[in-house]
């Protein structure tokens, strides 16, 4: 007889993922007996959860989103994709994660079998053991987040460097701010009035206040002042002429890093047409989380949290019967930094 579990579904995404979302603990569970199962896999009874745009952003994407994560086996699909819990049942081939042991991580892509669940299939390349005292529901606050901020920052920083994340209260930039800081950067921000005086807690040297002044004029400012950007890190996507005003206030040899830049066919063309075709001035990337498996990143940043060198920034906390809740929250914005979903017990 099937196994039935703790989730929450949804079978359209009209009118948005969150009016869609239903509670049930009568959802069908991942199949248990190995002989269903491949060698390599591992599930995991969830603990704790976080949610991402990209949990809605993906099913409500035409067509794409469909065939990405909508289930084909069953009525209903699961959304969610960071996670920390424990090791319930392995395939035969893995011997370094023990039934029992706590893990966290993200999955590799957007699913149909998500992580708010109160069990998901994980690819082992991306299912870390907890270290020692983090919380979980810390730990599960830094798969695609942190994780996005790591590979913004650390791969294109030195010490000493000025860097600029805008959105620095944001899930990713709340880590972002600490990463940077950490390997020894200056760091400005822009972020609401409310988002202030967090920024300054995490660290960030300078802050504006996106709802006060015009950030663009004051990043022009910095650059004609002597003090151009090294990197800069878009979190938010607005304002929309961000990339194309950055040779004013980053260095010729700087980088702009997009992760919620508009994917427009203007700001597209901006970011990948050479100069003299209407493209941008400066060195442009996008970073996507989920292209390839980055264990050692989320390794490295589960050590930082153990040893108290970044922490988790949590807005606020739902049980899984309020996902849809918390989904139309972070959809409205002016969340600082992660909303976590409660699936299991922590004992």
Same mark, same amino acid.
């Given at each position: 007889m099937a196994q039935r579990m703790r989730a929450v579904q949804y079978t359209s995404v009209q009118g948005g993922l969150e009016k869609n979302l239903r509670y049930t603990e009568d959802a069908l569970a991942p199949q248990h007996d190995e002989q269903m199962q491949r060698g390599d896999h591992v599930m995991v009874e969830v603990i704790s959860a976080s949610i991402n745009p990209l949990d809605w952003k993906m099913p409500? *994407?035409?067509?794409?989103?469909k065939a990405l994560t909508y289930s084909f086996t069953s009525s209903a699909s699961i959304p969610g994709m960071d996670y920390c819990g424990r090791i319930k049942s392995t395939g035969s081939t893995i011997d370094s994660l023990a039934i029992g042991e706590m893990v966290y991580g993200r999955l590799t892509r957007p699913t149909s079998s998500g992580t708010l669940a109160q069990y998901v299939n994980i690819d082992p390349g991306t299912c870390i053991p907890l270290p020692q005292g983090v919380n979980p529901d810390h730990a599960a606050t830094l798969g695609i987040a942190g994780e996005t901020a790591y590979r913004s920052i650390v791969p294109n920083? /030195?010490?000493g460097d000025r860097v600029f994340i805008n959105g620095g209260s944001s899930g *990713?930039? *709340? =880590?972002g701010? /600490?990463?940077?800081?950490? !390997?020894g950067c200056h760091v400005t921000v822009s972020c609401s009035t409310a988002g202030m005086e967090l920024c300054k807690e995490l660290g960030a040297d300078q802050a504006f206040d996106y709802t006060k002044t015009d950030v663009i004029a004051e990043l022009i400012e910095s650059g004609k002042s002597g003090e151009p950007f090294d990197l800069v890190v878009d979190d938010v996507g607005v304002p929309a002429d961000l990339y194309n005003e950055?040779?004013?206030?980053?260095?010729?040899?700087?980088?702009?890093i997009s992760i919620g830049s508009k994917n427009d066919i203007r700001s597209l063309a901006a970011r990948t047409l050479p100069t003299f075709m209407g493209g941008g001035r400066r060195k442009s990337e996008q970073v996507?989380?989920?292209l390839?498996?980055?264990?050692?990143? !989320?390794? /490295?940043?589960?050590?930082w949290m153990a040893d108290g060198k970044i922490k988790a920034v949590i807005d606020s906390t739902y049980p899984l019967a309020d996902?849809?809740?918390? =989904?139309g929250k972070l959809k409205g914005g002016h969340v600082h930094g992660k909303i976590v979903i409660r699936v299991g017990a922590k004992q």
């Open positions: 409500e *994407t035409p067509v794409l989103g920083v /030195q010490s *990713t930039g *709340t =880590y701010i /600490q990463i940077a800081k950490l !390997l950055s040779h004013l206030y980053l260095k010729p040899e700087g980088k702009f996507h989380v989920l390839g498996s980055h264990r050692d990143d !989320l390794v /490295q940043l589960g050590r996902a849809a809740e918390a =989904y």
